[in-house]
């Protein structure tokens, strides 16, 4: 199968070289963790030489007999080689019962740098604190990007083709391997279905999967929705799965937990506050709605929105849904000092709709950029201060 530098994670992960912290490699299964420290021991190889690697792949049956925490301590104890810098690299760790006790164990001897990656329902962002005594620092590792899409499909030019093709298959790249639809789209359900239906059914032991299967569903169809427990519950009920707004509450952190959904809370831009009372979720990669819902009520408009708040998590910023007055603006993207405000649609060739997208963002009195994000197939341009992207240009732009 193909594969691509992913510079971005493996940068990230040079900058960490050395650092005494546990890198812990997180996200979605099949966005390429594995991959990514598959490339960084390569890249240590063809640049260090006194160095010493210790892996252990635990998909792999030459390491079965160290699935057990006092074994898997005295492999690497054993492979140590005095004298060099010795790195730890452990994947799919949730597979050695009680592993954090000997990784925390190998940590607190300070003579290894150590790398840990595993299945995303095992080794989740609100466990690692509890896990890991020692100080470690999380890599999250999404799907592909669009940028990213391009360099693997580096023998087509025509960008819009590209941009309409990712919009629909997403970016788990291990389903670019199949040449017909229906193998292709299965492959993203057999991923989505083990994650929700054998993943979060064990870890939290769930009575009720088909309350789980329904309600991501609905999140699916109803991303840039503003949402709440108790209105979903509301509305499985009358659709015959019965649930309680606690239950659904529980079940909406599982999937944001295993990084199916990401929750955008919302901000009073005016009030400078945030506002609990109900946010949005998007779907960690198009790709999966297309697979599990197929056509049915594809709004563009939507889909376009879900992958603009992916691409900004994925550069890094906090991004929140925007209250001004009665109005909403579709993110606040904040990194540091900087702030964007953007609005994303379709197609904004109508007066009316440019109006309106543009009409909550001119309301704004203070000076940080404001944005419309759309398919205009047009090059930027700007609309009394407001900055009109392509969409698949703005992808490319980082």
């Known amino acids: 199968m193909k594969t691509i530098t992913r510079a971005k994670y493996l940068d990230r992960i040079i900058e960490l070289n050395g650092t005494p912290d546990i890198k812990i490699i997180t996200g979605i299964r099949r966005s390429g963790k594995s991959k990514l420290m598959q490339a960084y021991i390569e890249y240590l190889k063809s640049h260090f030489e006194n160095i010493n690697i210790i892996f252990i792949d635990f998909m792999d049956l030459a390491y079965e007999e160290i699935k057990e925490y006092h074994a898997l301590h005295a492999y690497v104890e054993e492979h140590y080689q005095e004298g060099k810098t010795n790195y730890l690299f452990v994947d799919e760790v949730q597979m050695c019962p009680k592993f954090e006790l000997a990784i925390n164990s190998l940590y607190s001897k300070e003579k290894y740098d150590i790398y840990v990656t595993g299945s995303n329902a095992f080794l989740l962002s609100a466990d690692l ?100 427990p108790n209105k979903v519950s509301q509305l499985l009920t009358a659709n015959e799965t019965p649930t309680n707004h606690v239950t659904v509450g529980k079940y909406i952190k599982h999937l944001c937990n295993a990084f199916v959904f990401y929750d955008i809370k919302r901000y009073d831009i005016r009030g400078k506050k945030y506002l609990e009372s109900s946010e949005k979720f998007y779907l960690c990669d198009s790709g999966i709605r297309y697979a599990i819902l197929g056509s049915r009520n594809m709004d563009y408009g939507r889909v376009y929105e879900n992958i603009v708040c992916i691409e900004l998590l994925r550069r890094g910023y906090d991004v929140y849904v925007g209250k001004l007055y009665q109005k909403e603006i579709d993110f606040v993207a904040q990194r540091g000092s900087e702030k964007i405000y953007i609005q994303v649609s379709d197609n904004i060739s109508g007066q009316e709709t440019f109006e309106r997208e543009c009409s909550p963002l001119l309301q704004i009195r203070d000076a940080y950029p404001k944005m419309i994000i759309a398919r205009t197939r047009h090059p930027q341009y700007s609309y009394e201060g407001v900055e009109i992207h392509d969409i698949a240009d703005w992808l490319l732009q980082e």
């Open 129 to 228: 604190a509890t896990l890991f005594t020692g100080r470690y620092i999380e890599i999250h590792v999404f799907p592909f990007s669009f940028q990213e899409y391009c360099q693997y499909y580096n023998d087509v030019n025509d960008k819009d083709k590209l941009f309409d093709d990712y919009a629909i298959k997403g970016g788990l790249a291990g389903s670019y391997a199949y040449r017909i639809e229906k193998d292709r789209t299965n492959y993203i359900k057999e991923v989505y279905e083990t994650i929700v239906t054998r993943d979060l059914v064990q870890k939290y032991a769930l009575p009720d999967t088909l309350v789980l299967q329904r309600l991501s569903e609905f999140l699916m169809d109803n991303i840039s929705n503003l949402t709440s």
